[in-house]
């Protein structure tokens, strides 16, 4: 029996034989090997193709790429448990109402499962041999059980004696696909030499490789004392693509453990000049590395890091917040003391004391982000809207001959708001509540809500018409845009009701700024209806007074974070925040 289970990878540039470079001619550039994603969501189709891809397809498979990294992007961190805060954009308030409110079951077929199980200790030939007789998959044999082994995250050992297996068979020759995926092992259970034998193997054998490849490479790298040369494969990638924030962010990291703390700042300052989002965890290695450092331009520097969050509305999770308040309380001479708190409804933190800014736009953040809304969402807003011009133009008209309304109610959206009641009561009974604080109100419809129906009745529809001004648009018609041009040519005290979030009309905008605007005076001027009891009282979620973001007055800072346990959607806030302020 020959067992094939090698104690080091180093004997690997054995198993190939001496095969000449994958040369690229002169009509090809790049050598497209796409993975599905290295980090651990492995499926049984192939990985790549190791057909090159000819010059004038260069922009396409950038674009390829730049698509996959944006829809890696999401919020870092993940959480359980449910913020007791009530209002409609705080964190886990979305999780919150889908537990109240669950979806349809959901008649996905559950995924087809190989039967055989995966080894926990490394096999000889034999034992190899038997597995893949025992396979009743599709799939490649050797392809699937790499795939898997990533997916578990097996052990180093096993894997190995796969590869050994795989060039037994095969004139010592293992494909690219094995190679990277064990790569990806190495790296996920840090085994740095077995890491720099692959680089040198593939370094040996291809010109080029794919993102992925370069990013695990990179990764793994920078924890060696040949942490340079990951700066060589990040040059590598820019030759053909923008390197991935994960590239930049590995790289700073290997600068600071290697004290390089110059070409640490210079990475993140090419990393922004990119236009990418930062991880918070490169962030956060600046605050690491700050710590007991009395040098007041690195203070700066940092200052300027938290300055980044507030502009573009970022929260550091619990343990960068940890870190922002040990670095704090860490330098030298300056006596801040930090504590984790929350803030009041009023807007006034429990640490300190002190207020927080205003949720609401000064005059001239309003004027500027109407004038957004109007050119970018209602005028040339046309993929998120089914209305005629003509019909957006009868409105408009309407709208100049009415004062200026305090509330716009979405009126179908609202109708809907609990699916056990009658529509037309429902909304009867909002209307009928508002209408008592002697206020001007907008209703919004369909003309279908006019029409006698068991779910609409004429005359409830009728005592709406006597206490609100309406407007019924066609019934192909999209509310949105009607909503939002009604409360912004108010003024900046119109509030308006609707359970729509506004998400497209947010993704409209085109510059972070002015996302940043719309979703402020949303959290402003939002209401939310959370509970009726028919015939009597609706209530309200309250509206926040004040803005949640990084924010300053010299002598303290408040900085939102996002705890552990709560599952924050994107569109909301966090609910905890970390008060800092200066001894006197």
Not at 33 to 50: R, T, V
Not at 152 to 180: C, F, P, Q, R, T
Not at 523 to 542: E, P
């Amino acid at each position: 029996m020959m067992t094939f289970c090698f104690t080091g990878i180093r004997s690997f540039p054995k198993l190939w034989k001496n095969n000449p470079y994958l040369g690229l001619s002169p009509g090809h550039s790049y050598l497209s090997l796409f993975l599905k994603d290295c980090y651990g969501i492995w499926n049984q189709q192939k990985w790549f193709s190791l057909k090159t891809v000819s010059a004038q397809n260069t922009k396409a498979v950038n674009l390829l790429t730049a698509k996959a990294r944006y829809l890696r992007k999401g919020d870092e961190g993940s959480n359980k448990q449910v913020s007791s805060d009530s209002h409609l954009f705080a964190a886990g308030a979305a999780k919150k109402r889908s537990e109240m409110n669950p979806h349809k079951e959901d008649h996905a077929l559950p995924p087809v499962r190989n039967t055989i199980q995966l080894p926990t200790k490394p096999l000889n030939s034999e034992e190899w041999d038997k597995l893949k007789e025992d396979f009743k998959g599709k799939a490649k044999f050797e392809s699937w059980i790499i795939s898997q082994m990533a997916h578990s995250h097996s052990s180093v050992d096993v894997a190995k004696s796969l590869l050994a297996w795989v060039a037994a068979k095969n004139n010592g020759i293992v494909g690219y696909d094995l190679l990277v995926r064990y790569l990806y092992l190495c790296v996920f259970h840090k085994q740095t030499s077995e890491v720099i034998d692959v680089y040198e193997i593939m370094k040996a054998r291809y010109k080029r490789l794919e993102s992925e490849g370069y990013t695990l490479l990179i990764q793994g790298l920078v924890h060696s004392d040949r942490w340079k040369e990951a700066l060589l494969l990040l040059e590598d990638v820019k030759k053909v693509m923008i390197a991935s924030r994960k590239n930049y962010n590995d790289c700073i990291e290997g600068a600071l453990l290697h004290q390089d703390v110059n070409l640490a700042w210079n990475l993140y300052q090419e990393l922004l000049g990119h236009d990418l989002i930062p991880m918070l965890k490169t962030l956060k290695a600046f605050f690491d590395f700050g710590k007991n450092i009395k040098d007041d331009q690195y203070s700066n520097k940092l200052l300027d890091i938290l300055l980044y969050l507030r502009n573009n509305q970022l929260y550091p999770e619990e343990s960068f917040a940890q870190s922002i308040k040990t670095w704090f309380e860490s330098v030298p001479g300056e006596q801040w003391k930090g504590q984790f708190t929350t803030v009041k409804e009023s807007g006034q933190c429990l640490g300190c004391g002190k207020t927080m800014e205003s949720i609401h736009l000064s005059p001239e953040e309003y004027e500027f982000l109407k004038g957004k809304i109007m050119r970018d969402v209602i005028d040339g807003g046309d993929q998120y809207k089914k209305t005629t011009p003509q019909e957006l133009e009868r409105f408009q008209n309407f709208v100049k001959c009415c004062p200026p309304f305090d509330i716009v109610i979405d009126g179908l959206n609202v109708a809907k708001t609990f699916p056990k009641a009658r529509e037309s009561q429902v909304l009867l009974d909002v209307v009928s509540q508002l209408a008592k604080r002697n206020v001007q109100l907008l209703v919004l419809g369909r003309k279908h809500m006019l029409t006698q129906h068991l779910r609409w009745r004429k005359d409830e529809m009728k005592k709406v018409q006597k206490q609100a001004r309406c407007f019924f648009a066609d019934n192909i018609s999209e509310d949105d845009p009607f909503l939002l041009y009604a409360t912004l040519h108010s003024g900046n005290h119109c509030k308006f009701i609707t359970k729509d979030l506004m998400r497209d009309h947010k993704a409209c905008l085109r510059d972070a700024k002015t996302q940043r605007l719309f979703f402020k005076w949303q959290q402003g001027h939002q209401l939310a209806i959370i509970n009726r009891v028919a015939g009597s009282k609706i209530t309200f979620q309250h509206i926040p007074c004040y803005d949640t973001v990084v924010q300053t007055t010299g002598d303290s800072w408040h900085i939102p974070y996002d705890e552990n346990t709560v599952e924050r959607y994107s569109y909301e806030v966090p609910t905890k925040w970390l008060c800092l302020r200066r001894k006197t």
